[in-house]
Nanobody, 120 residues
Framework: DVHLQASGGGLVQAGGSLRLSCAAS????????IGWFRHPPGKYREGLSC???????YYADSVKGRFTTSSDNAKNIIYLQMNSLRPEDTAVYYC??????????????WGQGTLVTVSS
């Protein structure tokens, strides 16, 4: 099993930065690629990142160059560093086990998300 929980959200002004954390646990979480997605209010879920087999990371065009992921393997934490935040980044953010399904990324096993609000 795998358990994932995002944290670190909050209110930030446009142009600011925030770092989210994803705590991973469970007997099988090491078998999964852990990525991030978000659910803006009134909109569809948007996949943001997913580690790829070649060691690179997929980033959605909407966050490429502004958001980066990293991990602390000793603590089983995956981070999402968000810079140059915009009001349209306002959403509930989740971490999940990601996989490429056709031409889009899908996410499973997500837990509690964390709300990020960007004020203009």
């Amino acid at each position: 099993d795998v358990h994932l929980q995002a944290s670190g959200g909050g209110l930030v002004q446009a142009g600011g930065s925030l770092r989210l954390s994803c705590a991973a646990s469970g007997s099988t979480f090491g078998h999964y690629a852990i990525g991030w997605f978000r659910h803006p209010p009134g909109k569809y879920r948007e996949g943001l990142s997913c580690p790829l087999i070649d060691g690179s990371t997929y980033y959605a065009d909407s966050v490429k160059g502004r958001f980066t992921t990293s991990s602390d393997n000793a603590k089983n934490i995956i981070y999402l560093q968000m810079n140059s935040l915009r009001p349209e980044d306002t959403a509930v953010y989740y971490c999940g086990a990601c996989r490429l399904d056709g031409s889009s990324y899908e996410y499973d096993h997500w837990g509690q998300g964390t709300l990020v609000t960007v004020s203009s």
